[in-house]
């Protein structure tokens, strides 16, 4: 399972203050005003950022981060991504997986036959659909319905589907 979670991706700096405009990743970007840190994603480390300030600007959140006073600290985060340890997630409830969770994780049928496994997570406005990929490369969609998806265990890593008709023609 993974221990730390993208939450967004530093957009541009935000006036002249070391302000930075924050794309956020997250279904709710509302959950930013619990957050106290967040760790900026440098590749060869990941830095601890403490949160001084948070507002909201559209479809971005604006976050001032303690140590980071002008423009130029800003422009240098331009494209770094943020992300927090899963105990800062926001709680799941029942029937509920954070996408990085189910990344990867096996698919099989009711029969046990593995089918593949998820690519991908598409949020449509209705439910969610998992993009399953075979062994012969080819995709299968699955709506994240309670009639398609019979179980999901995070923790072997394995998730139990019907296949409706229709799906794999």
């Not at 979670?5 to 930075?20: C, M, N, R, T």
């Not at 943020?82 to 099989?108: C, G």
């Amino acid at each position: 399972m993974e221990e730390k979670f993208k939450v967004g991706v530093i957009a541009s700096p935000h006036g002249l203050k070391g302000e930075v405009k924050v794309f956020p990743t997250t279904d709710d970007a509302k959950r930013y005003k619990k957050l106290k840190a967040v760790f900026l994603n440098l590749e060869s480390e990941m830095k601890l950022l403490t949160i001084e300030g948070i507002k909201f600007s559209g479809k971005f959140v604006v976050l001032k981060f303690g140590g980071l006073n002008c423009i130029e600290d800003a422009l240098l985060l331009k494209g770094k991504e943020l992300w927090i340890e899963r105990k800062d997630a926001v709680k799941l409830r029942k029937d509920e997986y954070f996408v990085a969770d189910l990344i990867d994780i096996k698919v099989i049928n009711e029969d046990g036959q593995v089918l593949g496994t998820v690519k991908e997570v598409i949020h449509t406005g209705a439910n969610d659909v998992y993009a399953v990929v075979t062994e012969a490369k080819k995709e299968i969609l699955l709506p994240a319905i309670k009639e398609c998806i019979l179980d999901v265990d995070i923790e072997n890593r394995v998730m139990k589907v019907h296949i409706m008709d229709g799906l794999c023609e």
